[in-house]
């Protein structure tokens, strides 16, 4: 989802507040070795962040991404949406709607947040976990953002993030790969985000965004919940949803497209 929003205070609020610990720059292998320590710091275990990081080395493609990816929505909406969302995406979601109607009924009641934004989302970004996920290492991919000096803070959060998240058990180091920035699962969680929204909610204690199609859609809700979205209100540009959305992206296109695809499956 490509959501850097949050703030590197409250991101760093993982680690135990030790802000800037690891300095950016310089020696890579020196950086990921304090970096470990952070983490061991903040809990994670010596057998975790020797497996995680032990050999770790910076990605440049990883870099080259970042330096461009402020330019993803230079379309108008009406190009970007064409592109987005056709018949078969609105049929395969509306598919899936049916088929999950139970549990999306269970997230309605219980996260106040409507099954077909939620569907919507999980669409836009992964094309319901049938498309593309990222194939980075998800550790990798984080200490290089962490060690670059332009969001250091941001990316250190969010690389403790991630070895909390194997820390947990809930995803094997084999399995947290993910997009240019770290992204993991089927609607594209930053960690941090995964370990402040995630939900279990197929109740094998873990939260599986990658696998878990109720613990993807739970957590989605969560998410938007916990930032203000209200059942049955309009979610259209200018509204109180439309701004709650913001937490999921900044982007008002992405927002409007959410919103437009929404409509499309409900029969609007």
Not at 30 to 35: C, G, I, P, Q
Not at 253 to 263: L, Q, V
Request: aromatic share 8%.
């Amino acid at each position: 989802m490509l959501r850097l929003l949050l703030a590197a205070a409250s991101v760093l609020c993982l680690a135990g507040g030790s802000a800037q610990a690891a300095r950016c720059g310089g020696d890579f292998n020196s950086f990921v070795a304090t970096m470990a320590q952070e983490a061991q710091s903040a809990g994670v275990s010596a057998n975790v962040t020797n497996a995680a990081l032990s050999g770790v080395t910076p990605d440049g493609a990883v870099l080259a991404f970042d330096r461009r990816q402020r330019h993803t929505f230079n379309k108008t909406f009406e190009q970007y949406v064409s592109t987005r969302v056709g018949s078969s995406r609105i049929n395969g979601g509306r598919a899936l709607l049916q088929r999950h109607a139970a549990l999306l009924s269970r997230i309605e009641q219980q996260f106040g947040v409507p099954r077909y934004i939620l569907v919507a989302i999980w669409g836009l970004e992964s094309d319901f976990g049938k498309g593309d996920m990222g194939k980075m290492p998800v550790i990798r991919t984080l200490a290089t953002l962490a060690h670059d000096c332009r969001r250091t803070d941001l990316f250190q959060g969010e690389l403790l993030a991630a070895l909390k998240i194997v820390q947990r058990g809930d995803l094997p180091l084999r399995d947290l790969i993910g997009a240019f920035a770290g992204e993991i699962g089927q609607t594209q969680f930053l960690p941090s985000s995964y370990i402040k929204y995630g939900v279990d909610f197929d109740g094998d204690g873990h939260v599986d965004l990658r696998h878990s199609v109720p613990d993807v859609l739970a957590s989605t809700a969560n998410l938007l919940h916990t930032s203000g979205f209200k059942m049955g209100q309009p979610y259209g540009e200018g509204t109180a949803n439309f701004e709650a959305m913001r937490e999921w992206n900044r982007a008002v296109i992405y927002r409007k497209t959410i919103g437009y695809f929404a409509d499309r499956l409900a029969g609007q």
